[in-house]
């Protein structure tokens, strides 16, 4: 029964978009009730799964050998993972309609979109739940093909080339990741993910150096999509796209199954007692503190909205290999408190930007200016993502910035001490490129005439402030109530769950 319900939240969302291409509907809001149904029923059935609790290891196909297995597994980082893609697809659904409904495509091209949309979450589910790394990276692969018709979705010349250039990065990324596989095949006791990892040590013998630059070759091979510098540059042109996908692109699904990957590699495969204290601990540990504070950077630099936040969006994933490259349980558990945390805030502030853009079509920071007067709920709420972004006490950001920061110094790491410096400095560039936002918009300067902006503009309807008022409450609840939360992924970091 298990594995028929893994197996059915994963192809559940395929079903569904493929069904839509077929099916005739009266009316828009026939369509927009069918795949909100069937998204909110794949939801509830993950959230059964993930009830149910940690499984066994299934095998569905053996390819050739005892090593090359396609299995499927949920152990306790698969439910954390899941369990927040689960959580705020539905959301992005409910948010897309009013926001597709300006886009100019004709139906048609909509049900593509929709097919690929859903069909995502399928997909970023097969990774959550993959038993071992070549099932992980089949997903992995999968990821790509069915994200990059959502950034051509346009077919601008702008995403086009957007889409193109994702699609090259993800190609090479995967190249790199693939010779991670191919060397856990040849030194590994198997392929499955095992806390503490893999490796057989009797085996690698002379050839530790070696399976450190194969390490460090996967680790960014896979921090493409965890936009790692210097492999970053798709992520900002990728802002093209519809909002609801550069939302979940940023947040969720591609972004965060980088980061997913990268926790994969370094606790399940190779294993941290084979990596803490090399060289390659130390490399990577300087490139992730060297992106965050550059993401932050370029973030102050980008007058366009959209393009600001997947500035701060490099910054902050590099937040979470952070944790990760500390390679301790507490550092773990404070990379999966960033994780979800920047899921929530950053999805938030993604769709407060695509409402400005549907509803006042502001797509730079300066066409914002005094326009919380017309939209007062858009920018109280986005405010509050900018609040916890910056890491205020209270909301949920500064719950994973204090944990990331409480494991470097208990990591008697120097490097690690170093980079705390770089999340202080990242906090207050981050704060200068929301707050520059929110006082353009609530405080555009005595001489601004208000009668510039149109009459027209204002809030959003309910089916996109819903989502962004429950993204808001899972700030604030998160933030002044975290301790189960930090408990859980403490067991999870600690290989109890």
Known sequence: M??????????????????LQFLRFRD?????????????LNTLLTYVL????????????????????????LDGLGIVFAGLVSTLWPLAVLYSFPYMEHEHNGRVHENIFYLFYTATYGVTLGIAMSGNMLTMYCFYELLTLVTVPLVMHTLTKEAVLASRKYFYYSLGGAAFAFIGLIFLVVYGDSLAFLYGGVLNLSQVGDKKDLMLFIYVLAFMGFGVKAAVCPFNSWLPQAGVAPTPVTALLHAVAVVKSGAFAIIRLTYYSFGTDFLRGTWAQYLLLGIVIFTIVYGCSMAVRETHIKRRLAFSTISNLSYILFGVLIMTP????GALCHMVFHGVMKICSFFCAGAMITQAHADYVHQIDGM????????AIFTVSALALMGVPGLCGFVSKWHLAKAAFA????????GVGGLLVSALLTAIYMLSIVIRAYFPGNDFDYGKLHGEICDPDWRMLLPLSLFVVLMVVIGVYSAPFVAFFSSVAGGMI
């Open 372 to 379: 919380a007067k017309k939209m007062p709920k858009i920018f």
């Open 28 to 40: 828009k809001g026939q369509k927009q009730r069918y795949i909100f149904a069937y998204v909110l």
């Open 330 to 333: 507490l550092g773990l558990a």
């Open 2 to 19: 298990i594995f028929d319900l893994m197996l059915t939240v994963i192809l559940l969302p395929f079903a569904g978009g493929v069904l």
């Open 50 to 73: 993930l009830w149910q609790g940690p499984t066994e290891l299934i095998r569905v196909i053996n390819f050739a050998g005892a090593k090359l297995d396609f299995s499927l597994k």
């Open 411 to 418: 990591s008697d790491n120097v490097l690690a001490v170093v």
